[in-house]
């Protein structure tokens, strides 16, 4: 038989061979078999999405408790590096820098504390004892006449502090030298931090001793007047005056830094 011929037997064969065990697995299992779905490649089906469902939220769970634990790690680390606080206060000049770096702060002033003297005194005594600790004021109305940073007029003074390199801290008056104490605030961020850092700023203001001279300005928005008020020495003095030539010089909401 010519090699064609032989291998076309062979062919036969094999089909003869192949469909005769076709007949056997259909008659062990049916005509047919059961259908299922078509999946395309990288679909998974419904029990491995609820599998992998679990493990990402015990994943977050993990990931919630890693966060929790690092934060009141670095809050430890942070109250101890308040064991020993240095006070940068910002001259009246430098203002630009440090608006450039906390403009965008959400400040958080600190609860009362009948305890310290910056909510106890007057805030005329506390203007003079600053200005003995720390010198003149980042923002008054000399700053704004000098500098042209005049952030709210219905604010007597400011004092902006860098607490150990990395702290904003605002202190300012409540209601100028009518109000008693100061609103002492720092980045929301910070807000475990501030009991600590007034206490500090009370005891610093305790130890300045007698206040130095000092001269304001306070525009009150409630009384609708300006005042001169300061501390000559001997007496603290507030007195009825016009609007400054100065005020409303600035752009008041381009220097603005607490709201």
């Not at 203002?95 to 770096?101: N, P, Y």
């Not at 600190?110 to 004892?129: F, I, M």
């Not at 001269?215 to 501390?231: A, K, P, V």
Request: hydrophobic share 40%.
């Amino acid at each position: 038989m010519p090699a064609p011929q032989a291998q076309n037997v062979v062919e036969v064969l094999q089909r003869q061979r192949r469909d005769a065990r076709l007949a056997e697995v259909m008659a062990e299992q049916g005509p047919r078999l059961e259908p299922r779905p078509v999946v395309e490649a990288g679909e998974v089906d419904r029990w491995t999405r609820a599998f992998r469902a679990v493990e990402a939220a015990r994943q977050a769970a993990r990931d919630s408790l890693v966060a929790a634990e690092n934060a009141r790690a670095d809050s430890v680390i942070r109250l101890a590096q308040l064991a020993t606080l240095r006070w940068r206060k910002v001259e009246p000049d430098a203002q630009g820098s440090f608006l450039e770096q906390y403009r965008e702060t959400y400040w958080q002033a600190a609860a009362p504390d009948r305890n310290l003297l910056v909510d106890t005194s007057r805030t005329a005594l506390l203007r003079g004892r600053l200005q003995a600790a720390f010198g003149r004021p980042t923002r008054n109305g000399d700053a704004l006449r000098r500098h042209g940073y005049g952030g709210s007029e219905f604010v007597q003074f400011e004092y902006w502090f860098v607490v150990n390199d990395s702290i904003p801290v605002l202190a300012l008056d409540i209601d100028g030298p009518f109000g008693n104490g100061l609103m002492v605030a720092s980045d929301e961020r910070y807000t475990s931090l501030l009991p600590p850092i007034r206490a500090d700023l009370s005891a610093r203001l305790e130890a300045a001793g007698r206040p130095d001279p000092w001269l304001d300005y306070y525009h009150s928005f409630e009384r609708r007047q300006w005042y001169r008020t300061g501390f000559n020495g001997a007496d603290h003095f507030v007195v009825e005056v016009r609007p400054p030539r100065w005020s409303g010089r600035s752009d008041t909401d381009r220097w603005i830094i607490h709201r």
